[in-house]
Antibody, heavy 121, light 107 residues
Framework: QVRLVQSGVELKKPGSSVRVSCKASGDTFSNYIVSWVRQAPGQGLEWMGRIVPVLNIPNYSQKFQGRVTITRDTSASTAYMELSGLRSEDTAVYYC??????????????WGQGTLVTVSS | DIQMTQSPSSLSASVGDRVTITCRAS??????LNWYLHKPGKAPTLLIYAASNLHSGVPSRFSGSGSGTDFSLTISSLQPEDVGTYYC?????????FGPGTTLDIK
């Protein structure tokens, strides 16, 4: 069982960057793949990228490549998602989630509470 | 990227009704299909993984079926707490992609 607690609401100017944190408790965080998913107002869920354990290698959606950086600090049981070059379309709730992988399945089982990022001048 | 579609986009049903939501992938995804329920102001919760496997703690009135490109989620007897938006997700290849969602409310 893992509990994920995300950082608080952010208000950012266009062109700036935002970093959202996701702190885990309850299990060995270093074993987990962590994904980031966002939901813009009135829109559906959109996967942004993930970071795999041990080597901490990130994979990004092509849509966000070059603007998103996902990292983790294993000693702090925390994952981070930084998005740069913010524009109004990046206004969304950002979620972290742990990825569960089995021989027959891959799914997101534990989720953070979400962080609202508003981009406005 | 694999595109996911869902139907209907919204649905209103009565308590006790049997409800079915369908999801279609733009190419075969074998059984790598998950279903989530997203309630306003909350994080999404996993209902079904690998097309037909009920996630731990999810009521047995939820079931999933399908393989290849066509999938469905069924609620056998709708309860008031089932309202929200349902999303399918393909995880056959990355980037994983979600359907546009089906919003379910109570008549």
């Amino acid at each position: 069982q893992v509990r994920l607690v995300q950082s608080g609401v952010e208000l950012k100017k266009p062109g700036s960057s935002v970093r959202v944190s996701c702190k885990a408790s309850g299990d060995t965080f270093s074993n987990y793949i962590v994904s980031w998913v966002r939901q813009a107002p009135g829109q559906g869920l959109e996967w942004m990228g993930r970071i795999v354990p041990v080597l901490n290698i990130p994979n990004y959606s092509q849509k966000f490549q070059g603007r998103v950086t996902i990292t983790r600090d294993t000693s702090a049981s925390t994952a981070y998602m930084e998005l740069s070059g913010l524009r109004s379309e990046d206004t969304a709730v950002y979620y972290c989630a742990t990825d569960a992988v089995t021989t027959i399945a891959y799914y997101f089982d534990y989720w953070g509470q979400g962080t609202l990022v508003t981009v406005s001048s | 990227d694999i595109q996911m579609t869902q139907s209907p986009s919204s649905l209103s049903a009565s308590v006790g009704d049997r409800v079915t939501i369908t999801c279609r992938a733009s190419q075969t995804i074998s059984g790598y299909l998950n279903w989530y329920l997203h309630k306003p102001g909350k994080a999404p919760t996993l209902l079904i993984y690998a097309a037909s496997n009920l996630h731990s703690g999810v009521p047995s009135r939820f079931s999933g079926s399908g393989s290849g490109t066509d999938f469905s989620l069924t609620i056998s007897s709708l309860q008031p707490e089932d309202v929200g938006t349902y999303y399918c997700q393909q995880i056959y290849s990355f980037p994983c992609t979600f359907g546009p969602g089906t919003t379910l409310d109570i008549k």
